[in-house]
Nanobody, 117 residues
């Protein structure tokens, strides 16, 4: 099993920055892709960014050029650096990991990011 714990959310003004962290524990050797998703009030959860074990990244169009996902395999932690934040980035951000040969899925508990205008 793998467990995920997010941290780093908070309140920031538009144009500001935040960095989210997600620490994994458990069967760390089996983790494949890790990623960040977000869910705004009244909306469906959506992909923000993903990163594979080897470092290949993928971003939603809405965050390209502003957000950067990175991964420290030695610390079993994935980060999301968010710059030039906009009010529409306000959401609960969830960490996600796929692990094991069957890519089982696990989610963190979420961390709230609020961007004021």
């Amino acid at each position: 099993q793998v467990q995920l714990v997010e941290s780093g959310g908070g309140l920031v003004q538009a144009g500001g920055s935040l960095r989210l962290s997600c620490a994994a524990s458990g069967r760390l050797f089996s983790i494949n892709t890790m990623g960040w998703y977000r869910q705004a009030p009244g909306k469906q959860r959506e992909l923000v960014a993903t990163i594979t074990r080897l470092g290949s990244t993928h971003y939603a169009d809405s965050v390209k050029g502003r957000f950067t996902i990175s991964r420290d395999n030695a610390k079993s932690t994935v980060y999301l650096q968010m710059n030039r934040l906009k009010p529409e980035d306000t959401a609960v951000y969830f960490c996600n990991a796929l692990y094991g040969p069957g890519n089982a899925e696990v989610w963190g508990q979420g961390t709230l990011v609020t961007v004021s205008s």
